[in-house]
Nanobody
Framework: QVQLVESGGGLVQAGGSLRLSCAAS????????MGWYRRTPGKQRELVAT???????NYADSVKGRFTISRDNGKNTVYLQMNSLKPEDTAVYFC??????????????WGQGTQVTVSS
């Protein structure tokens, strides 16, 4: 089993910054991908950014140049540095971990979510 614990959400003014953290514990496998997704009321959960254990990253177009994903594999923790925040970034942000067996995704786990609110 895998547990994900998120932290770092909160309220910030437009143009401000926040950093989210997600610490994974349990049998996470050495080959995995960790990332962030977000959900706003009435919308489906959408990808924000992901990063593999090998360092490959993927970003949503809407956050490129403003958000940076990073991870500390020794601490099994992924971070999301969010700069130049906009009101439309307001959402519940979820951490996700995908375990791989070789190149094949095996299963995935989600955190409980953390609220990010950006005021105009």
């Amino acid at each position: 089993q895998v547990q994900l614990v998120e932290s770092g959400g909160g309220l910030v003014q437009a143009g401000g910054s926040l950093r989210l953290s997600c610490a994974a514990s349990g049998n996470i496998f050495s080959v995995n991908a960790m990332g962030w997704y977000r959900r706003t009321p009435g919308k489906q959960r959408e990808l924000v950014a992901t990063m593999t254990s090998g360092g490959l990253t993927n970003y949503a177009d809407s956050v490129k140049g403003r958000f940076t994903i990073s991870r500390d594999n020794g601490k099994n923790t992924v971070y999301l540095q969010m700069n130049s925040l906009k009101p439309e970034d307001t959402a519940v942000y979820f951490c996700k971990l995908v375990r791989y067996s070789g190149y094949r995704p095996l299963d995935d786990y989600w955190g409980q979510g953390t609220q990010v609110t950006v005021s105009s």
